[in-house]
């Protein structure tokens, strides 16, 4: 029988956390593997990681930084050095276990909120599926070998009117080829207008990765690809499973549709090349 989800709310969110940074290295270092060439890498900082996946890429980014207590002023210089050295603005996430001080330390160094993040979790299991509207195509479970398939979906449906790069196809390709992830598209036809994917490790799964072109939004493809990878989740021994959205989003109004709840929030703070402070 699966366990049910058990512990205070700041235990849980201190696990999702370390899951969180775990996952994030994880993928740098299967990416490292895939392409040596691209000098991708990591710093060990303030209780964090800085990492480096390429100028441009969406994971080029610091995570977990003071969840060990204060973060100094040296470390925030050895931060942006680290970035600037390879000539890319970044982000940095900040959760509640960040350092307090930190979100008025980086608006006076020159950080700006972008965005802010809403960490929702569910209990798994067998979701009610209403699946896709009639007329729209199907739903398929790609197999491992398809992350050519699922990045191109993916590139072109997330960051739509952008072309494709070649920095974003190789986020959806590495990232589908991590053992235990699971890819998925839905068809129009012969064409891949939506994809989705979601993995599973110990108590934790997620769902990441859900983009539809923007022809087709609106139509339900989404929630159906949500109830698609529930079902396939709830197969598995996970306790809770987690999807993280931009808040006022359609993405996060169907994860709550999907049974989801918010449980948490980070902010999403941008840092140009800049000169050093």
Same mark, same amino acid.
């Given at each position: ?31 490292? #593997?895939? %392409?040596? =060439? ?5 710093? /060990?900082?303030?209780? !964090?990681?800085? @990492?480096?996946? *390429? ?95 699922? #990045?191109? %979906?993916? =590139? ?5 009117? /952008?072309?494709?790069? !070649?920095?974003? @196809?190789?986020? *959806? ?105």
């Amino acid at each position: 029988m699966r366990k049910s989800p058990t512990g205070s709310r700041e235990g849980v969110i201190e696990r999702l956390e370390e899951w969180n940074v775990r996952s994030a290295r994880r993928w740098m270092g299967h990416h490292r #593997s895939r %392409v040596p =060439a691209d000098r991708s890498t990591e710093l /060990a900082i303030a209780g !964090g990681f800085a @990492l480096f996946c *390429g100028v441009g890429s969406p994971l080029t980014h610091a995570i977990g930084l003071g969840r060990g207590g204060p973060v100094s002023d040296r470390d925030l210089g050895t931060l942006e050095s680290f970035y600037r050295e390879r000539n890319t603005p970044f982000e940095v996430d900040l959760s509640p276990l960040s350092d307090s001080t930190l979100p008025e330390r980086l608006r006076q160094r020159g950080y700006a909120l972008d965005a802010t993040e809403v960490v929702l979790t569910r209990p798994n299991h067998l979701p009610e599926c209403k699946g896709l509207s009639p007329g729209i195509g199907k739903i398929v479970r790609l197999e491992r070998e398809d992350t050519d398939r699922f #990045s191109q %979906v993916l =590139a072109r449906a997330a960051f739509s009117p /952008a072309p494709p790069s !070649g920095v974003l @196809l190789e986020v *959806g390709r590495t990232s589908v080829a991590i053992p235990g992830v699971v890819a998925w598209v839905v068809t129009d036809g012969d064409e891949d207008i939506a994809c989705g994917a979601h993995s599973s490790e110990g108590d934790f799964a997620s769902l990441f990765g859900g983009a539809t072109d923007p022809e087709h939004r609106g139509q339900g493809i989404q929630r159906a690809l949500i109830e698609a990878r529930l079902a396939a989740i709830a197969e598995t021994d996970a306790v809770l499973v987690v999807v993280v959205t931009r808040e006022e989003t359609t993405s996060l109004r169907n994860a709550v549709r999907c049974g989801f709840a918010p449980l948490y929030s980070r902010t999403v703070w941008t840092r140009g090349i800049g000169p050093a402070t």
